[in-house]
Nanobody
Framework: QVQLVESGGGLVQAGGSLRLSCAASGRTFSRYALGWFRQAPGKERECVAAISRSGSNTYYAGSVKGRFTISRDNAKNTVYLQMNSLKPEDTAVYFC????????????????????WGQGTQVTVSS
């Protein structure tokens, strides 16, 4: 089992940047594929980025491609989401999620695929 704690959210002006971090407990962090999701009021939770357990494969939603970067540091049990050129429509609660997997290269973008979730961190982008 793994526990996830997000940090780094806040209020930023449009065009600005934030870096979200998600720290995981446990000694088997490298066995998990990871994802960042977001949920805006009245909307479904959506995957914005995912990374394989090896870090070799990544996925980005079309709305964030070229602006967001997901990365992981297995030595620090942490996954990051660097968010640049932020837009008001990026405003949401951001969650990290983890899925144990035996496949180094697998990516997961569906909410139901993930077993563990953090509590979320609010990102607000003002215009």
């Amino acid at each position: 089992q793994v526990q996830l704690v997000e940090s780094g959210g806040g209020l930023v002006q449009a065009g600005g940047s934030l870096r979200l971090s998600c720290a995981a407990s446990g000694r088997t962090f490298s066995r998990y594929a990871l994802g960042w999701f977001r949920q805006a009021p009245g909307k479904e939770r959506e995957c914005v980025a995912a990374i394989s357990r090896s870090g070799s494969n990544t996925y980005y939603a079309g709305s964030v491609k070229g602006r967001f970067t997901i990365s992981r540091d297995n030595a620090k049990n942490t996954v990051y989401l660097q968010m640049n050129s932020l837009k008001p429509e990026d405003t949401a609660v951001y969650f990290c999620a983890a899925k144990p997997t035996m496949i180094d290269s697998s990516l997961h973008v569906r909410r139901y695929e993930y077993d563990y979730w953090g509590q979320g961190t609010q990102v607000t982008v003002s215009s």
